[in-house]
């Protein structure tokens, strides 16, 4: 393919010799576990019947309704693609062409559909009849008609040219949002139904594929990719291949004035030049060991490097799993290695999640839930278990908050989530997948009631569907057919935990992980938010405990106890604020929030510029949107405070968190 650029091309089809079989669309019942081998790959993306069906990618179990694209759930295919940044015409559009190959199922129809959206422009003239078809608000579909029914395992290859802007999943960045300040950035986030926007594909959870891509930019610029190579060749053209299968929304590209520091044999760090400095110290020679005792854990690691990219300050979230290169927000730079945790979720997501995947995102504790179980065992190998009991708790309380706000009963909190058609996955984000999961996950754990056995499962499971992805009923049928004595003993069906509740009926979690190897960690801090609570204060008590060697975790824990107990009496907060700058003062996001969400809660208007400033710093969605609901649930003061923040930080913020920051403000927000 020409690196360079190639001439408009409308989309056409190929049809090819057929490879000899097609894949099945699910994953063939599960060896024994003695035997577990790995399933076959398979030849290409099937596609499924076609016009005349209804639109979610294939049907039954699995079926995925936020996808217009015709692939049945499936195994690989590939997608070869290159494009120009930014346009040569236009700034801010990207030039591309996607080139995919698939085979075609028996019975598929003389029609193929992709994921698009409004965004996407397919260009050129036209080979074969192409029409862009309004699916749901976030996305189109792109029903390409073919010459005639393809004949079952025929090999198709389609070409398509398109432009894309400013959709959802591209992100262009002017040089003032960027921590360096000096150039533009674009940068893609797929997660969940975005990357439809920045290519035509088959953008389902449910089917993988391989990919290389060749990216042409500017003169000053570097291109990165969730990749399991790269290459820059002349004329600033880098040539990128992802040599395992992934799901669309792991593919992620940056383009921006990026460089990079190894921090370990198979790791470097990516940033912004003002940057490096920061991101080599704070994780220089602390990445190999996560993912030895990962590799340990949960089986080897497949995808070669293991990269950390710190991205500009609005990027929408603490950390974003793409293969080989997770994405991260620059708040993880606290100087002290303390919000490790977050690399250590992303590092987890190599197994779950990448590896095995959620086939539809109403099942996405499956990515999730294990993801925070596995980190939570990864912690507790390298940071011991009461520092990981106290990481869970403040978990818990997330979990707690998000229940509060929303009821239990609310049927997002249940494990599985009905997605109806039409229904924006992403709307759908809160804590139960990560922290209800993590209960779930603990819970079978606990039926084993062995941990290197569970360890074992998990290995297995990982070895068993890797490369795949499946439902919560490929898990729960794995597990009990890895540990036939349990499922002899029915614990599917012990009344209250029965797996059919923890996956379809909201609730707080009817089993929670004992965390009391934490007490020794969590009682201090639990002691002094009841004495900063007192009407009057005991400041001899007090002062008698020392806080300047707490570890953040253990101020994280401390302020929800104050949050939870907050408003104080009169006159507290203020002096709590002036005693410790450490907490008042602090430059560590997590703390910031939770001071933030304490100010707030107790009115404490001296220092709502504090809200303002953090606010400003950055755009993460964890912390933006807690903050302007508690904003919009108080004063008239914090509600005009909440007004003029949004504001001036609009522009900054990712489309997705800007819509929901309108929701919670009553401004209408636009369909994205
Ligand atoms: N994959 C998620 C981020 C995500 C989820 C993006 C859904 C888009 C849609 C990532 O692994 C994640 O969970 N990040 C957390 C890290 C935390 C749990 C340690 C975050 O961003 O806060
Ligand atoms: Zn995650």
Same mark, same amino acid.
């Given at each position: 393919?020409?690196?360079?650029?190639?001439?408009? $091309?409308?989309?056409?089809?190929?049809?090819?010799?057929?490879?000899?079989?097609?894949?099945?669309?699910?994953?063939?019942?599960?060896?024994?576990?003695?035997?577990?081998?790995?399933?076959?790959?398979?030849?290409?993306?099937?596609?499924?019947?076609?016009?005349?069906?209804?639109?979610?990618?294939?049907?039954?179990?699995?079926?995925?309704?936020?996808?217009?694209?015709?692939?049945?759930?499936?195994?690989?295919?590939?997608?070869?693609?290159?494009?120009?940044?930014?346009?040569?015409?236009?700034?801010?559009?990207?030039?591309?062409?996607?080139?995919?190959?698939?085979?075609?199922?028996?019975?598929?129809?003389?029609?193929?559909?992709?994921?698009?959206?409004?965004?996407?422009?397919?260009?050129?003239?036209?080979?074969?009849?192409?029409?862009?078809?309004?699916?749901? /608000?976030?996305?189109? &579909?792109?029903?390409?008609?073919?010459?005639?029914?393809?004949?079952?395992? #025929?090999?198709?290859?389609?070409?398509?040219?398109?432009?894309?802007?400013?959709?959802?999943?591209?992100?262009?960045? /002017?040089?003032?949002?960027?921590?360096? %300040?000096?150039?533009?950035?674009?940068?893609?986030?797929?997660?969940?139904?975005?990357?439809?926007?920045?290519?035509?594909?088959?953008?389902?959870?449910?089917?993988?594929?391989?990919?290389?891509?060749?990216?042409?930019?500017?003169?000053?610029?570097?291109?990165?990719?969730? &990749?399991?190579?790269?290459?820059?060749?002349?004329?600033?053209?880098?040539?990128?291949?992802?040599?395992?299968?992934?799901?669309?929304?792991?593919?992620?590209?940056?383009?921006?004035?990026?460089?990079?520091?190894?921090?370990?044999?198979?790791?470097?760090?990516?940033?912004?030049?003002?940057?490096?400095?920061?991101?080599?110290?704070?994780?220089?020679?602390?990445?190999?060991?996560?993912?030895?005792?990962?590799? %340990?854990?949960?089986?080897?690691?497949?995808?070669?490097?293991?990269?950390?990219?710190?991205?500009?300050?609005?990027?929408?979230?603490?950390?974003?799993?793409?293969?080989?290169?997770?994405?991260?927000?620059?708040?993880? =730079?606290?100087?002290?290695?303390?919000?490790?945790?977050?690399?250590? $979720?992303?590092?987890? $997501?190599?197994?779950?999640?990448?590896?095995?995947?959620?086939?539809? !995102?109403?099942?996405?504790?499956?990515?999730?839930?294990?993801?925070?179980?596995?980190?939570?065992?990864?912690?507790?190998?390298?940071?011991?278990?009461?520092?990981?009991?106290?990481?869970?708790?403040?978990?818990?309380?997330?979990?707690?908050?998000?229940?509060?706000?929303?009821?239990?009963? $609310?049927?997002?909190?249940?494990?599985?989530?009905?997605?109806?058609?039409? +229904?924006?996955?992403?709307?759908?984000?809160?804590?139960?997948?990560?922290?209800?999961?993590?209960?779930?996950?603990?819970?079978?754990?606990?039926?084993?009631?062995?941990?290197?056995?569970?360890?074992?499962?998990?290995?297995?499971?990982?070895?068993?569907?890797?490369?795949?992805?499946?439902?919560?009923?490929?898990?729960?049928?794995?597990?009990?057919?890895?540990?036939?004595?349990?499922?002899?003993?029915?614990?599917? /069906? +012990?009344?209250?935990?029965?797996?059919?509740?923890?996956?379809?009926?909201?609730?707080?979690?009817?089993?929670?992980?004992?965390?009391?190897?934490?007490? #020794?960690?969590?009682?201090?801090?639990?002691?002094?938010?009841?004495?900063?609570?007192?009407?009057?204060?005991?400041?001899?008590?007090?002062?008698?405990?020392?806080?300047?060697? !707490?570890?953040?975790?253990?101020?994280?824990?401390?302020?929800?106890?104050?949050?939870?107990?907050?408003?104080?009496?009169?006159?507290?907060?203020?002096?709590?604020?002036?005693?410790?700058? %450490?907490?008042?003062?602090? #430059?560590?996001?997590?703390?910031? =929030?939770?001071?933030?969400? +304490?100010?707030?809660?107790?009115?404490?208007?001296?220092?709502?510029?504090?809200?303002?400033?953090?606010?400003?710093?950055?755009?993460?969605?964890?912390?933006?949107?807690?903050?302007?609901?508690?904003?919009?649930?108080?004063?008239?003061?914090?509600?005009?405070?909440?007004?003029?923040?949004?504001?001036?930080?609009?522009?900054?913020?990712?489309?997705?968190?800007?819509?929901?920051?309108?929701?919670?403000?009553?401004?209408?927000?636009?369909?994205?």
């Amino acid at each position: 393919m020409d690196p360079r650029w190639i001439p408009p $091309h409308g989309p056409s089809i190929r049809p090819h010799d057929s490879p000899p079989s097609i894949p099945h669309s699910r994953p063939a019942p599960g060896p024994a576990p003695a035997e577990a081998a790995p399933a076959p790959p398979a030849p290409g993306v099937a596609i499924g019947p076609g016009a005349g069906s209804s639109p979610g990618a294939g049907h039954g179990p699995g079926a995925d309704v936020a996808s217009a694209s015709s692939a049945a759930r499936g195994r690989c295919g590939t997608c070869t693609w290159s494009c120009a940044s930014p346009s040569r015409r236009r700034a801010r559009r990207l030039r591309g062409r996607a080139r995919w190959s698939c085979a075609a199922r028996a019975g598929a129809a003389a029609e193929l559909r992709l994921d698009a959206h409004p965004s996407l422009a397919v260009t050129a003239g036209q080979e074969l009849p192409v029409e862009s078809r309004p699916f749901a /608000s976030y996305g189109s &579909a792109l029903h390409i008609a073919l010459p005639q029914p393809p004949r079952a395992g #025929q090999l198709l290859t389609l070409l398509i040219d398109y432009e894309a802007g400013e959709g959802p999943g591209v992100c262009w960045l /002017s040089p003032e949002q960027t921590a360096g %300040k000096q150039k533009p950035y674009m940068y893609t986030q797929g997660q969940a139904v975005l990357n439809r926007s920045f290519f035509p594909c088959f953008d389902t959870p449910s089917v993988k594929f391989t990919y290389s891509a060749t990216v042409k930019v500017p003169e000053g610029f570097t291109a990165v990719m969730s &990749a399991t190579s790269w290459e820059k060749q002349k004329d600033n053209t880098f040539v990128f291949k992802m040599s395992q299968p992934i799901p669309s929304y792991l593919i992620a590209l940056v383009v921006g004035d990026i460089v990079s520091a190894d921090v370990g044999p198979r790791s470097r760090v990516w940033a912004e030049p003002c940057l490096i400095e920061a991101a080599k110290k704070e994780y220089d020679g602390v990445i190999e060991e996560f993912l030895v005792v990962g590799e %340990k854990l949960f089986g080897p690691y497949v995808w070669g490097r293991y990269d950390i990219l710190f991205m500009p300050p609005s990027f929408p979230f603490g950390g974003m799993e793409n293969p080989c290169l997770t994405f991260v927000t620059p708040c993880l =730079l606290a100087g002290d290695r303390s919000l490790v945790d977050v690399i250590i $979720h992303e590092i987890s $997501h190599s197994w779950f999640g990448n590896l095995v995947t959620n086939a539809t !995102w109403g099942e996405f504790w499956l990515n999730e839930g294990f993801t925070m179980y596995a980190q939570r065992r990864i912690t507790t190998e390298v940071y011991g278990l009461p520092y990981t009991c106290l990481e869970a708790a403040t978990g818990r309380a997330l979990l707690r908050q998000h229940m509060d706000a929303t009821g239990e009963d $609310h049927p997002l909190n249940k494990l599985r989530v009905v997605i109806e058609p039409g +229904i924006n996955p992403d709307d759908t984000y809160n804590e139960t997948p990560y922290e209800k999961g993590y209960c779930f996950v603990s819970y079978l754990a606990h039926l084993v009631g062995n941990q290197s056995k569970f360890d074992a499962f998990l290995q297995a499971y990982v070895n068993r569907f890797k490369f795949q992805s499946i439902t919560a009923d490929d898990t729960l049928g794995f597990f009990l057919e890895y540990f036939p004595e349990l499922k002899e003993k029915g614990v599917d /069906s +012990i009344p209250g935990f029965e797996f059919d509740r923890w996956l379809n009926t909201p609730g707080w979690p009817p089993y929670l992980p004992d965390l009391s190897p934490g007490q #020794q960690l969590m009682r201090p801090a639990d002691e002094l938010a009841e004495l900063w609570a007192a009407d009057s204060l005991n400041m001899e008590a007090i002062e008698a405990v020392d806080i300047t060697g !707490w570890r953040t975790y253990q101020l994280v824990y401390f302020l929800d106890q104050v949050l939870q107990k907050s408003p104080l009496p009169e006159g507290n907060l203020k002096r709590l604020s002036k005693m410790y700058p %450490k907490i008042s003062k602090a #430059q560590n996001a997590e703390l910031r =929030l939770r001071w933030c969400q +304490i100010i707030l809660k107790n009115n404490l208007e001296a220092e709502y510029s504090k809200v303002k400033d953090f606010l400003h710093s950055q755009g993460k969605q964890k912390y933006t949107l807690p903050l302007y609901r508690a904003m919009w649930g108080g004063s008239e003061a914090t509600r005009a405070l909440a007004m003029e923040t949004f504001s001036a930080t609009a522009p900054q913020l990712h489309v997705n968190v800007q819509n929901y920051v309108k929701k919670i403000l009553g401004l209408a927000a636009a369909e994205a």
